[in-house]
């Protein structure tokens, strides 16, 4: 599979949105990967593909075949699990990578109603098949993303993005996701209710489900840039309590042990983690 990453170049929308991910798959040949919970969330419009997303206790898992609608779309994060993706069909399709709450720069529609959704694009900006059109037809990564912004900008309806978490984020990054939700709430001189709420509305997750995702995140850093020599190591760096609440959470996020992941997980262009499945 043809997988292009193009980092946002408009600096206003550098403030909403991360990047943009192209994959390309032209063989019907099946092609599977996971990737791992992040803080980002992405918009993945399909042209001609039939999207069966299923997520509980048991499994986290996207599937894609061929379809008869031009486009579709669905909303894809908060991930608390692995996230595998299978293919099973030809694929074109584009991903818009919002940073924590940029996707409230564009729409006020609640989360919940977008997760629930297989039209999100169409929810988030109305009909828009055209621009679609224009976009797909166009098959130079760079280019689309120039489509894509041009796009986007005319499309801001607010530039807060949020404005009332900014502070909980900062802190919450700045610790590496080693904060209670109690010692954030404080250091914010506001309740954990009201704390709470804000985050529900402005992110779509709950203070807890953040901190622990962004905790999760900076381990994996780690293992990726291959800083610690030991699990020990490994453990000491992440602020983790000991080893076995560090392989629990680290677990129960990939499916897997730190030292198991880091011999199969790839780093695509120096911004996608994933494990391309044998």
């Known amino acids: 599979m043809k997988t292009s990453i193009v980092p946002v170049q408009n600096s206003v929308l550098k403030a909403y949105i991360q990047y943009f991910i192209f994959f390309e798959h032209d063989s019907k040949a099946h092609f599977s990967y996971q990737t791992f919970p992040n803080t980002n969330l992405c918009l993945a419009i399909y042209r001609e593909n039939k999207v069966e997303y299923k997520s509980n206790k048991n499994e986290n898992i996207c599937i894609v075949g061929s379809g008869r609608n031009a486009y579709s779309s669905r909303l894809l994060g908060f991930h608390q699990q692995p996230f595998k993706v299978d293919i099973n069909a030809s694929l074109d399709q584009i991903c818009i990578l919002f940073h924590p709450a940029g996707l409230r720069a564009f729409s006020n529609v609640g989360y919940a109603e977008l997760l ?10 109305g009909n828009q098949t055209s621009i679609l059109e224009f976009i797909f037809e166009n098959n130079d990564s760079k280019a689309r993303s120039a489509l894509l912004e041009g796009f986007l900008i005319e499309r801001l309806i607010s530039t807060d993005r949020g ?92 499916g897997t042990v730190p030292n198991a992941l880091s011999q199969k997980i790839r780093l695509e262009q120096h911004a996608l983690a994933w494990v391309i499945d044998p």
């Open 163 to 254: 404005a009332a978490v900014l502070p909980a984020l900062d802190y919450i990054y700045k610790r590496k996701g080693d904060v209670t939700v109690f010692n954030l709430a404080r250091s914010l001189k506001i309740n954990e209710s009201t704390l709470y709420r804000s985050f529900k509305a402005v992110l779509g997750q709950s203070p807890k489900e953040f901190i622990q995702t962004v905790r999760f995140r900076n381990v994996l850093g780690l293992l990726l840039a291959q800083e610690c020599k030991s699990l020990t190591e490994l453990t000491y760096s992440a602020m983790f309590y000991d080893q076995s609440h560090l392989i629990k959470d680290f677990k129960s996020r990939t």
């Open 116 to 125: 629930d959704q297989s039209e999100v694009f169409e929810s988030i900006f």
